[in-house]
């Protein structure tokens, strides 16, 4: 009997532990913002949404599951499509902060469909199609980048700003250091492109990144107008 209790008990343990290291399949997530005018700048260009031309405001690029050491996983859950009736009463909202601006010009469904297949379905022990989009929309509009940066006197003007002042912005309003990557326009000038927040793996808390991307950036950057 109790080599048959012993046994049971190994038995549950390996099946707890199989079953917990499958829900926590990634350590954090980075919510990374664009700023379409350094989108649009570059040699490749943009096309604006179906909808016209976006706001001049950081939009979303999407909700990144991370390890911390600096990998990822991806595309975790080939059965699990983008379907855009699962985010129907989302469109409004997706439209204003989650706009695509690769070419052709669209609807943003191609874009969202390549974040939640690649990203989101990595993510599915915390969050069904819906919730990880309700929860990037939801970061969105807890940290607008744009407004912490304007309250700084930093502005999309076509300006040159040190990146110290871009990090400590961002750092000051949210009491976190964020990740800021940049890319490189036309005539070669380094220039701001994105902002990462870490994320725990609830989806609602920023963190303390373990890790920052590549930054990319000079210590002086231009900020664009849009």
Not at 133 to 154: D, H, P, S, V
């Amino acid at each position: 009997m109790k080599t048959i209790t012993n046994s049971l008990l190994y038995v549950l343990a390996f099946f707890s532990c199989t079953f917990l290291s499958a829900s926590q399949n990634f350590d954090f997530f980075y919510f990374v913002q664009q700023w379409p005018g350094s989108y649009c700048d570059t040699q490749q260009s943009c096309c604006y949404p179906s909808t016209g031309k976006p706001a001049a405001n950081f939009g979303i690029h999407g909700l990144w599951p991370n390890f911390n050491d600096g990998s990822y996983p991806s595309n975790c859950d080939q059965n699990s499509p983008f379907d855009p009736s699962k985010i129907a009463d989302l469109n409004s909202r997706m439209q204003a902060n989650w706009p695509s601006l690769a070419c052709p010009s669209s609807n943003g469904n191609t874009f969202w469909a390549h974040e939640w297949e690649k990203h989101g379905t990595c993510s599915e022990s915390v969050f069904d199609q819906h919730d990880y989009f309700l929860a990037a929309l939801n970061l969105k509009k807890q940290y607008n980048i744009l407004e912490i940066l304007q309250n700084a006197g930093i502005e999309a003007n076509d300006g040159t700003y040190s990146l110290s002042s871009i990090t400590e912005a961002i750092s000051g309003a949210t009491g976190y250091t964020p990740g800021v990557e940049c890319n490189t326009d036309e005539a070669g000038n380094n220039q701001l492109y994105q902002v990462y927040l870490c994320v725990d793996t609830s989806g609602s808390n920023i963190i303390e990144c373990p890790v920052l991307p590549s930054s990319k950036c000079s210590s002086q950057v231009q900020f664009p107008s849009f």
